[in-house]
């Protein structure tokens, strides 16, 4: 007979490991139908790319993932959920990564898989200078993270601002030649999940028209005065000085601030704010509905005036249209 010894035997870390990579696999494609390849060899932080499929149609939308499983890669976290700690090099690694990245961890009592995008924006440095995830209730695995993961796809948070940013740059110009760009917005006030109906006009110095979109939205429970700011980061939202509001008393008095049409700012006479003055001083004020119908519609109509977002990026892509590229050797 021969003893237990003289046979190679399996950790029991390679099943678990096992376990996790193959749940993950089975939700990416039997749940969410989509394109999943592990990358078995040669790992350094990276265990699968998955692809999405849209209406059957593959797009090269792609993300990575770093899966880690067993219970002792979780730690409770003092706020509720769990802590994930990863190595530093492997931090290292995703934040350049080509691809944005998300790391899913299977916890084996609960048999529950979390997952989240190791971003800027997730990734805490610890006090010892390690790095921490935080992981909870909102972070599962699930078919409800599918609009989440298929938003992943597209690119990382900065690279979607960077996106959004491009694809309005028309817009910012129009401000800047001179044109006013006008917000009007819809809100159903009692509806608890932000419905309403948002259109965006421009108009030329000579008063021309030019409709640019209309949408309908669900913008959640946050109030209007501070969705529809949020949509457009690259502006501030004014009252629209040629609408008249509804009794004060309704609506609140005006805010007394000086109205500030920004005409040409690309210019060296632009008119910009003097030494010590805050442009928001100058050019914010609060906003809120001219109007409501019958107790249902609340009725918005807002101008957007370029912020220093939006002038840095009407600079920036000056500058990249503009200039040469540059010849750089490797960047330590």
Known sequence: MSSDDQWPSRQATATTAAVGVTKTQLFFQETAKWLFREQPLEDYGIDAHVETVESGNVKGRLFALQIKSGDSWLRPSATGGWNFYPEKKHVTYWQNHSLPVAIVVWHESSDTLYFREASPHTLEETGSGGWRLHLGD???????????????????????????LRLLLPWMQRIAQGQRLILEADEWVNKTWGKGNLEITAIAEDGTKHPLGKWGVALGSEPYETALPALFGWADLVMNPDVECDSEEEYGADTDWESVHWTDLMTPDAEWPTEGEDETDRDHEAIRPYANSINEIDHWSLELRLNKIGRAFLLLDEYARQGQQLQLGRVS
């Open 138 to 164: 909102d972070d599962l695995l699930a078919k409800s993270a599918l609009p989440t993961l298929t938003r992943l796809s597209m690119g990382t948070t900065y690279d979607l601002r960077l996106r959004e």
